[in-house]
T-cell receptor, first 109, second 114 residues
Framework: RKEVEQDPGPFNVPEGATVAFNCTYSNSASQSFFWYRQDCRKEPKLLMSVYSSGNEDGRFTAQLNRASQYISLLIRDSKLSDSATYLCVVNNPGNQFYFGTGTSLTVIP | GAVVSQHPSWVICKSGTSVKIECRSL??????MFWYRQFPKQSLMLMAT?????????EQGVEKDKFLINHASLTLSTLTVTSAHPEDSSFYIC??????????FGQGTRLTVV
């Protein structure tokens, strides 16, 4: 079983739409959770960390459900510049980072 | 913020030759660095965990004799792809972290073996 399972996508949404990505992880001892953004042919960059209480950063909201081992990312009022691949990332004991397969988002004018 | 520098950013080599990729943490010490590989339209796959002063830990299915990792100092880890073949062509990325916080990534190395 994969460490991290993520919505396959792709998502093609119009500007201004709200889009949600989901992710599950298999190791109940996982310690930290993140969403990364990867633009084509570039390295992943941290979008936001995910906390148990949920956290929001502008148009982005991340949620963590430890009981269900489930992580989500919500993007409101999508912009063209949001087009990228979004990676769900889990940090396990031993400090190893495991990545989901990534979900491709294209925001259409 | 923290910066991880990876070099070279791209390399083309002949089949059978070896290629070394460097990963440096520029403003912090990294006892652990990670090496990933990403094939087109796929996600990052962890290859190995590089530990300063000790042997690297390889993920299942990754040949340790083919992908040699050396982490001789707290700021430098190297990955050497030995006897490279066309199927080794990929995007290789390193990362380092400061203890359970976000991972900082190098810019990646695009390797093409011809």
């Amino acid at each position: 079983r994969k460490e991290v399972e993520q919505d396959p996508g792709p998502f093609n949404v119009p500007e201004g739409a709200t889009v949600a990505f989901n992710c599950t992880y298999s190791n109940s001892a996982s310690q930290s959770f993140f969403w990364y953004r990867q633009d084509c042919r570039k390295e992943p960059k941290l979008l936001m960390s995910v906390y148990s209480s949920g956290n929001e950063d502008g148009r982005f909201t991340a949620q963590l459900n430890r009981a269900s081992q489930y992580i989500s990312l919500l993007i409101r009022d999508s912009k063209l510049s949001d087009s990228a691949t979004y990676l769900c990332v889990v940090n396990n004991p031993g400090n190893q980072f495991y990545f989901g397969t990534g979900t491709s988002l294209t925001v259409i004018p | 913020g923290a910066v991880v520098s990876q070099h070279p950013s791209w390399v083309i080599c002949k089949s059978g030759t070896s290629v070394k990729i460097e990963c440096r943490s520029l403003d912090f010490q990294a006892t652990t660095m990670f090496w990933y590989r990403q094939f087109p339209k796929q996600s990052l796959m962890l290859m190995a965990t590089s530990n300063e002063g000790s042997k690297a830990t390889y993920e299942q299915g990754v040949e340790k004799d083919k992908f040699l990792i050396n982490h001789a100092s707290l700021t430098l880890s190297t990955l050497t792809v030995t006897s490279a073949h066309p199927e080794d062509s990929s995007f290789y990325i390193c990362s380092a972290d400061r203890g359970n916080t976000e991972a900082f990534f190098g810019q990646g190395t695009r390797l093409t073996v011809v």
